[in-house]
């Protein structure tokens, strides 16, 4: 099993670009889909983005597709999320967690959570 560890939050204008690194410990990480969920205050937690264990394939929310990216480094143990045009509703807790599932847009699925990176969008 993986635990993931994000890193690169932090408060940005709208507009403006962030990007967010989940590094997964354990020698597994190539077995695993990875993906992006995000939290707003007062909301339930929601997908943002995932991509396949070889990295083919990506999916993203309707709501960010277009203005986010995901990648994943296997050498790196790595996942990135490129956020660009922020904005304030994009404020939120961003989590990264790892599954085994074909089905990744369902938070239900992951099995191991990082601890959240805040991102405040806002002038």
């Known amino acids: 099993q993986v635990q993931p560890v994000e890193s690169g939050g932090g408060l940005v204008q709208p507009g403006g670009s962030l990007r967010l690194s989940c590094a997964a410990s354990g020698r597994t990480f190539t077995s695993y889909a990875m993906g992006w969920f995000r939290q707003a205050p007062g909301k339930e937690r929601e997908f943002v983005a995932s991509?396949?264990?070889?990295?083919?394939?990506?999916t993203y929310a309707d709501s960010v597709k277009g203005r986010f990216t995901i990648s994943r480094d296997s050498a790196e143990n790595t996942v990135y999320l490129q956020m660009n045009s922020l904005k304030p509703e994009d404020t939120a807790v961003y989590y990264c967690?790892?599954?085994?599932?074909?089905?990744?847009?369902?938070?239900?699925?992951?099995?191991?959570w990082g601890q959240g990176t805040q991102v405040t969008v806002s002038s």
């Open positions: 991509i396949t264990r070889n990295g083919g394939r990506t």
């Open positions: 967690a790892s599954t085994m599932s074909i089905f990744t847009m369902v938070k239900g699925n992951y099995d191991a």
